[in-house]
Protein backbone atom coordinates (compact mmCIF):
# COMPACT_ATOMS: atom_id res chain seq x y z
CA UNK A 1 0.00 0.00 0.00
CA UNK A 2 3.45 2.48 0.41
CA UNK A 3 4.56 1.42 -3.60
CA UNK A 4 4.22 4.36 -5.76
CA UNK A 5 4.24 2.32 -9.30
CA UNK A 6 5.90 4.25 -12.38
CA UNK A 7 5.58 3.72 -16.25
CA UNK A 8 7.20 3.41 -18.88
CA UNK A 9 10.71 2.49 -17.35
CA UNK A 10 12.47 3.87 -20.13
CA UNK A 11 10.71 6.49 -22.98
CA UNK A 12 12.04 7.92 -26.25
CA UNK A 13 10.12 11.22 -28.21
CA UNK A 14 11.38 12.75 -31.14
CA UNK A 15 11.79 16.64 -30.58
CA UNK A 16 8.74 18.43 -30.26
CA UNK A 17 6.46 15.32 -29.40
CA UNK A 18 4.69 14.76 -25.89
CA UNK A 19 6.30 12.73 -23.57
CA UNK A 20 3.41 11.34 -20.96
CA UNK A 21 4.80 9.22 -17.97
CA UNK A 22 2.48 7.75 -15.56
CA UNK A 23 2.24 6.47 -12.05
CA UNK A 24 -0.29 5.05 -9.87
CA UNK A 25 -0.72 4.74 -5.40
CA UNK A 26 -2.80 2.76 -3.40
CA UNK A 27 -2.49 4.68 -0.03
CA UNK A 28 -5.58 7.38 -0.09
CA UNK A 29 -3.23 9.01 2.96
CA UNK A 30 -1.08 10.43 0.07
CA UNK A 31 -2.12 14.29 -0.39
CA UNK A 32 1.23 15.36 -2.22
CA UNK A 33 2.14 14.57 -5.06
CA UNK A 34 5.70 15.73 -6.83
CA UNK A 35 7.72 14.80 -9.69
CA UNK A 36 12.07 15.03 -9.46
CA UNK A 37 14.07 15.69 -12.50
CA UNK A 38 17.63 13.75 -12.49
CA UNK A 39 20.19 14.36 -14.91
CA UNK A 40 23.00 12.41 -15.34
CA UNK A 41 25.86 12.79 -12.54
CA UNK A 42 23.46 15.37 -10.58
CA UNK A 43 20.76 14.52 -7.44
CA UNK A 44 17.57 14.64 -8.31
CA UNK A 45 15.74 17.95 -7.98
CA UNK A 46 11.57 19.22 -7.64
CA UNK A 47 10.03 19.57 -11.02
CA UNK A 48 6.41 20.15 -10.31
CA UNK A 49 3.85 19.04 -7.64
CA UNK A 50 0.23 19.03 -7.06
CA UNK A 51 -2.83 18.09 -4.63
CA UNK A 52 -5.39 16.20 -5.03
CA UNK A 53 -7.96 18.67 -4.48
CA UNK A 54 -7.26 19.88 -8.45
CA UNK A 55 -7.16 18.10 -11.25
CA UNK A 56 -4.37 19.58 -13.82
CA UNK A 57 -1.61 21.93 -12.52
CA UNK A 58 0.64 23.28 -15.34
CA UNK A 59 3.77 24.93 -15.24
CA UNK A 60 5.44 26.08 -18.81
CA UNK A 61 5.68 22.61 -20.57
CA UNK A 62 5.35 20.77 -17.98
CA UNK A 63 1.69 19.56 -16.96
CA UNK A 64 0.73 17.09 -13.88
CA UNK A 65 -2.97 14.98 -14.56
CA UNK A 66 -4.85 14.01 -11.71
CA UNK A 67 -7.27 11.63 -11.68
CA UNK A 68 -8.35 11.04 -7.61
CA UNK A 69 -10.95 8.48 -8.62
CA UNK A 70 -8.70 5.61 -10.32
CA UNK A 71 -5.43 6.80 -8.13
CA UNK A 72 -3.66 7.81 -10.97
CA UNK A 73 -1.41 10.99 -11.78
CA UNK A 74 0.64 11.29 -14.80
CA UNK A 75 3.09 13.84 -16.09
CA UNK A 76 2.90 15.28 -19.81
CA UNK A 77 5.78 17.43 -21.30
CA UNK A 78 4.31 19.37 -24.53
CA UNK A 79 7.16 20.07 -26.90
CA UNK A 80 9.82 18.20 -25.83
CA UNK A 81 13.13 18.73 -25.94
CA UNK A 82 16.48 17.22 -25.85
CA UNK A 83 17.14 19.11 -22.85
CA UNK A 84 14.61 17.14 -20.98
CA UNK A 85 16.37 14.41 -21.19
CA UNK A 86 17.03 13.14 -17.76
CA UNK A 87 15.04 10.64 -15.43
CA UNK A 88 12.01 11.40 -13.67
CA UNK A 89 10.79 10.10 -10.73
CA UNK A 90 6.90 10.63 -9.53
CA UNK A 91 6.61 10.46 -6.04
CA UNK A 92 3.79 10.72 -3.20
CA UNK A 93 3.78 12.30 0.45
CA UNK A 94 1.79 11.64 3.39
CA UNK A 95 1.55 13.80 7.12
CA UNK A 96 3.55 11.05 9.42
CA UNK A 97 3.90 11.22 12.95
CA UNK A 98 4.39 15.28 12.37
CA UNK A 99 6.57 15.29 9.66
CA UNK A 100 6.17 14.59 6.10
CA UNK A 101 6.99 10.57 5.07
CA UNK A 102 7.26 10.76 1.00
CA UNK A 103 7.70 7.44 -1.36
CA UNK A 104 9.63 7.78 -4.91
CA UNK A 105 8.21 5.57 -8.04
CA UNK A 106 10.82 3.72 -9.73
CA UNK A 107 11.91 6.15 -11.92
CA UNK A 108 11.68 6.98 -16.33
CA UNK A 109 14.41 7.45 -18.41
CA UNK A 110 13.37 9.97 -20.86
CA UNK A 111 15.32 10.02 -24.05
CA UNK A 112 14.71 13.24 -26.75
CA UNK A 113 15.39 12.28 -29.70
CA UNK A 114 16.90 15.25 -31.99
CA UNK B 1 22.95 24.45 -6.60
CA UNK B 2 20.52 22.66 -3.53
CA UNK B 3 22.13 23.99 -1.00
CA UNK B 4 23.07 20.93 0.09
CA UNK B 5 26.68 19.23 0.17
CA UNK B 6 28.35 16.26 0.11
CA UNK B 7 31.58 14.68 0.40
CA UNK B 8 33.38 13.11 -1.41
CA UNK B 9 32.35 12.90 -4.81
CA UNK B 10 33.80 10.37 -5.71
CA UNK B 11 35.52 6.75 -3.39
CA UNK B 12 36.75 3.98 -4.53
CA UNK B 13 37.71 1.49 -1.82
CA UNK B 14 38.13 -2.61 -1.75
CA UNK B 15 35.56 -5.31 -0.69
CA UNK B 16 35.60 -5.29 3.43
CA UNK B 17 36.47 -1.90 4.14
CA UNK B 18 34.61 1.18 6.04
CA UNK B 19 33.87 4.26 4.54
CA UNK B 20 31.90 7.46 5.58
CA UNK B 21 30.17 9.66 3.34
CA UNK B 22 29.13 13.24 4.90
CA UNK B 23 26.02 15.55 4.45
CA UNK B 24 25.83 18.79 5.45
CA UNK B 25 22.18 19.93 4.88
CA UNK B 26 20.82 24.04 3.51
CA UNK B 27 20.94 26.08 6.43
CA UNK B 28 18.06 25.50 8.53
CA UNK B 29 17.00 22.17 7.65
CA UNK B 30 16.76 19.79 10.18
CA UNK B 31 15.76 16.80 8.45
CA UNK B 32 18.26 14.76 6.38
CA UNK B 33 17.32 11.65 4.31
CA UNK B 34 19.98 8.94 3.14
CA UNK B 35 19.53 7.35 -0.23
CA UNK B 36 20.80 5.06 -2.55
CA UNK B 37 20.60 4.58 -6.02
CA UNK B 38 22.29 1.43 -7.78
CA UNK B 39 22.74 1.32 -11.76
CA UNK B 40 19.35 1.69 -13.71
CA UNK B 41 17.63 1.76 -10.48
CA UNK B 42 15.33 3.97 -8.43
CA UNK B 43 15.86 5.76 -5.24
CA UNK B 44 16.33 3.24 -2.39
CA UNK B 45 15.13 5.18 1.33
CA UNK B 46 17.93 4.14 3.58
CA UNK B 47 17.31 6.57 6.92
CA UNK B 48 16.04 9.81 8.04
CA UNK B 49 17.23 11.89 10.89
CA UNK B 50 15.69 14.62 12.30
CA UNK B 51 17.41 17.48 14.67
CA UNK B 52 19.71 14.72 15.56
CA UNK B 53 17.52 11.80 16.04
CA UNK B 54 16.41 8.91 13.83
CA UNK B 55 12.94 9.27 12.25
CA UNK B 56 12.35 6.62 10.12
CA UNK B 57 13.95 3.82 8.49
CA UNK B 58 14.28 2.07 5.23
CA UNK B 59 16.16 -0.17 3.34
CA UNK B 60 18.89 -0.52 5.57
CA UNK B 61 21.35 -3.21 5.74
CA UNK B 62 22.76 -3.85 9.18
CA UNK B 63 26.11 -3.17 8.13
CA UNK B 64 24.92 0.51 7.21
CA UNK B 65 24.69 2.99 9.89
CA UNK B 66 24.33 7.08 10.26
CA UNK B 67 23.91 9.30 12.53
CA UNK B 68 23.07 13.41 12.41
CA UNK B 69 25.06 15.92 15.15
CA UNK B 70 24.43 18.83 16.46
CA UNK B 71 25.99 20.86 14.06
CA UNK B 72 22.78 19.08 11.98
CA UNK B 73 25.53 17.70 9.91
CA UNK B 74 25.16 13.84 8.80
CA UNK B 75 27.12 11.07 8.49
CA UNK B 76 26.16 7.42 6.08
CA UNK B 77 28.88 4.91 7.41
CA UNK B 78 29.12 1.58 5.55
CA UNK B 79 31.18 -1.38 6.99
CA UNK B 80 32.29 -4.84 5.51
CA UNK B 81 31.76 -3.48 1.74
CA UNK B 82 30.59 -5.93 -0.80
CA UNK B 83 30.90 -5.42 -4.62
CA UNK B 84 27.00 -4.76 -4.49
CA UNK B 85 27.34 -1.78 -2.21
CA UNK B 86 28.68 0.02 -5.86
CA UNK B 87 26.08 3.27 -5.87
CA UNK B 88 25.45 6.85 -5.88
CA UNK B 89 24.44 7.97 -2.26
CA UNK B 90 22.00 10.68 -2.37
CA UNK B 91 21.44 12.82 0.80
CA UNK B 92 18.68 15.05 0.58
CA UNK B 93 17.51 17.83 3.02
CA UNK B 94 14.00 19.13 3.91
CA UNK B 95 12.33 21.97 6.25
CA UNK B 96 10.06 19.35 7.67
CA UNK B 97 7.35 21.56 8.54
CA UNK B 98 5.26 18.43 9.63
CA UNK B 99 2.82 18.56 6.36
CA UNK B 100 3.29 16.20 3.58
CA UNK B 101 4.58 19.25 1.01
CA UNK B 102 7.97 19.01 2.58
CA UNK B 103 10.40 19.67 -0.57
CA UNK B 104 13.48 17.59 -0.48
CA UNK B 105 16.66 19.05 -1.56
CA UNK B 106 19.00 16.66 -2.75
CA UNK B 107 22.94 16.43 -2.75
CA UNK B 108 25.04 15.81 -6.10
CA UNK B 109 25.98 12.40 -4.47
CA UNK B 110 28.72 10.20 -3.70
CA UNK B 111 29.61 8.05 -6.28
CA UNK B 112 31.19 4.83 -4.47
CA UNK B 113 32.68 2.25 -6.52
CA UNK B 114 33.64 -1.54 -4.75
CA UNK B 115 36.70 -3.01 -6.53
Known amino acids: QQQVKQSPQSLIVQKGGISIINCAYE??????FPWYQQFPGKGPALLIA?????SEKKEGRFTISFNKSAKQFSLHIMDSQPGDSATYFC?????????????FGSGTRLSIRP | DSGVTQTPKHLITATGQRVTLRCSPRSGDLSVYWYQQSLDQGLQFLIQ???????AKGNILERFSAQQFPDLHSELNLSSLELGDSALYFC??????????????FGPGTRLTVL
Open chain 1, 91 to 103: AASMRHSSASKII
Open chain 2, 49 to 55: YYNGEER
Open chain 2, 92 to 105: ASSGDRGDSTDTQY
Open chain 1, 27 to 32: NTAFDY
Open chain 1, 50 to 54: IRPDV
